[in-house]
Each structure stands twice: as C-alpha cells, then as structure tokens.
C-alpha cells in the first residue's frame, strides 16, 4: 500500500458560543483537514488545529507546510510505515508538531480501513469500555460560569473544567461561585493556560482555595517555567498537571526528572500525532505519572484520533475531547452518549466525514500527488 495523493483543506468550524480562555477568544475555530488516497483506493483523514501559544503554528503555517515540505515527501511512502512516516517528517522539518500530527492521524485512519480495524487495535487494542466527558466552561463572570454549570448538571454532567487565568481574585471568585452551585459531588478542574504566570501568584489563589474539593490545577505558570511547577507541586494538597510545558519528548523527560506534575495533559497537537502520543503515555506509566488526553478544540476527525489513544492506554485515566459538542457545524459523526463517550468498532477512526460539507466550510485548498 502506498500513498498517492495527498488533498490539504484550510477550514472554519462554526462554534455556537465564543470560546474564551486567558489568551484569547474564538468566534470559529480554524482547522487543517488531510486526505490521504493510497494506491488500493482507501481513504484517511487527519486533522491539525494549530495554537500559536503552544507550538508556535498558525492555521496558515500548517497548511504550507503540510501542502510544500511533508506531503511531496510522503507520496510513495507506505502508510503502515509509522515510524518511518515520523522519521520522514522530522528530516524535513523540526518540530511543526500540529502538521505532522495531521498526516499522523489521516494515516492511522486510512491503515485501519485497509485492515478492517480501529485504529486503536494499531496501538494495542482496547483498554477502555467508555470515558466520562467533561464540559469546559469558558471564561466569564462567576454568576454566568455558575448558570452554565448548573444548566449541565441538569444535562448529565458530572464534571466540569473551569476555563480562568485572567486575574487570581477573580479567578477564585469564579472558581467559589460553580463550586457553591454545583456542590460537592461534582468534579471541578481548573484550567489556568498559564494566566497565573508564576509560582506566587499561584500559592496565592491556591491558600484561597483551601478547603473546596478541586481534582487537579492545570498549568497556572508559563509552559517554559518546570521548577515552578515543582514548587507548586511540593506546596499543594491539589494534584497539578503540565500541558503547555509538556509537547514531546525533552519536556517529558524534564517532567519525570524533576518529579513535576502529577499528571500530564497529552495532546495530539503539540506531540505530532497518535503515534508520539502513545510513546508519551508509556513514558509517563514507567514514571508513574497519570496521563489526560485533551485537545485543541478539534472536529470529529481530531477527537476520535484522541479517544482511540485514550481507549488504548491504561494509564491514561481522563479525556477533554469536547469539540464536536461546540462547534454548530462539524465535518464527521463522532457520537457522544452524555455524560460519556463510547466509540464504535468501525475501521479506522470510525468517522464517516461529510464531504460536502467539508467543501462548505473550505476557504481554499491544494492537492499533492
């Protein structure tokens, strides 16, 4: 099996509500979708949502990158191959992490439908029957993100990620107020994206929060800053998990050396796909280190490829793949059974992708062969 033909497409994902985090706010979302045609007729898709704070990749680099430096490179290539396909990319280009993972992914899809498996049978079969989902609240203000709180229970939910980073007094106000709503029985994660910035303010918000149940504190300081996750891990009684600090394997390394986290939040977009991210389970397993995976606000195409690597792994223990629930209108058909996600036995990512409406959301695309 070879590849033969490689379709690149620039796309906006209508969300039905802002997304709002500490650096920043999405009205859409924009994502690179990958088609790749082999040889035997088979088809795969794969899917790259850039964010410039985390790898340092726009929608517009990914697309040239995949369009001009990987996919030339790949045609004729076997996409069974996966190390190869990796070692391939990375010759090319260092780092580009959101590109390759979109190649990554349509491989994986496209192996999976020539074998008549899902994609999670390539990493080593199911480990998962189902993961509960967590809805993300974004930023807003304390009575706002407690209504909409309230209103998900109602729905299902049974865990939230609090979306903050803009101001510790606020932040903590925000956090009080759905905790107070929602009570005791619900899981409450927060989210910082770095807004904390420090180790200070962060031990501030966190004496602050003293008392109120919170299951973990996700990247308060800046991705760069790894001693003061070690501090902050030292000084709390609330587990803490890198995700910006952590991208691929040297930072991994740093994590486990240092003993800086609790847990990690993998994703498939800062590591370069479903195979770095199954090797980056395995290193945190053999430091004992609880592994997430979550996302970058992904349509269907994206999210399966997370599950599939989530349902794969022992190890990992969460999911935030929440995308296709936000967005008004989503290239695929990945389902959702509120409060949980199951995924189906159909080959590949078990995605069927709608492709007039990929053609609908398309601001331009190119073709390689």
Known sequence: MKITEIEVFAIRLPLIDPFIISYGSYDDMPSVIVKITTDNGYVGYGEGVADEHVTAESWESVFQVIKNTLAPKLIGENPMNMERIHDVMNKQIFMAPTAKAAIDIACFDVVGKALGVPAYVLLGGRYHEKFPITHVLSIGDPEKMANEAEERVKQGYKSFKMKVGTNVFEDVARIKAVKERVGEDIAIRIDVNQGWQNSANTLLALEQLSGLAIDWLEQPVVATDIDAMVEIKSKSSIPVMIDEGLRGFPEMR????????????????????????????????????????????ESSVGSAAGFHVAFSKKFITSVELTGPLKFSKDIGDLKYEIPFIKLNEKPGLGVDVDEDVLQELTVYSEVVK
């Open 254 to 297: 740093e994590i486990i050396a240092k003993h800086a986290a609790h847990k990690v939040n993998i994703k498939l977009m800062k590591c370069g796909g479903m195979y770095p991210a199954a090797k980056l389970a395995n290193m945190a397993e053999m430091a004992g280190i609880d592994c997430q995976v979550g996302s970058m606000v």
